[in-house]
């Protein structure tokens, strides 16, 4: 088991920046992969927007986001990151981290045995 848990959203303007973290506790968090998704207002399902393997060597990106967002980890710290820039009012969002046993970074939310709460991201024009 691993219990995940989001922070660092909020409300900002069209252009600007957001880093959100995501920390881990439970088992081994070197051992998973890791993604973040978002559920946009009156969307029911989750969409990708980065994951990032097990040693961080390997990311993989949505088209939306690829040049503005960036995933990390500190596998000392037991945290996962999602650095945003440039935001935009399509970005508004419910993100939310999710972690996989498998050793690659993927896209497919099906393939993650572990979410987080979620944390609110508004994006204002």
């Known amino acids: 088991q691993v219990q995940l848990v989001e922070s660092g959203g909020g409300l900002v303007q069209a252009g600007g920046s957001l880093t959100l973290s995501c920390q881990a506790s439970?088992?081994?968090?070197?051992?998973?992969?890791m993604g973040w998704f978002r559920q946009a207002p009156g969307k029911e399902e989750r969409d990708f927007v980065a994951?990032?393997?097990?040693?961080?060597?390997?990311?993989y990106y949505a088209d939306s986001v690829k040049g503005r967002f960036t995933i990390s980890r500190d596998n000392a710290k037991n945290t996962v990151y999602l650095q945003m820039i440039s935001l935009k009012p399509e970005d508004t969002a419910v993100y939310y981290c999710?972690?996989?046993?498998?050793?690659?970074?993927?896209?497919?939310?099906?393939?993650?045995?572990?979410w987080g709460q979620g944390t609110q991201v508004t994006v204002s024009s």
């Open positions: 439970g088992r081994t968090f070197s051992s998973y992969s």
């Open positions: 994951a990032i393997n097990w040693s961080g060597n390997s990311t």
């Open positions: 999710a972690a996989t046993e498998l050793t690659i970074a993927t896209p497919y939310p099906t393939i993650y045995n572990y």
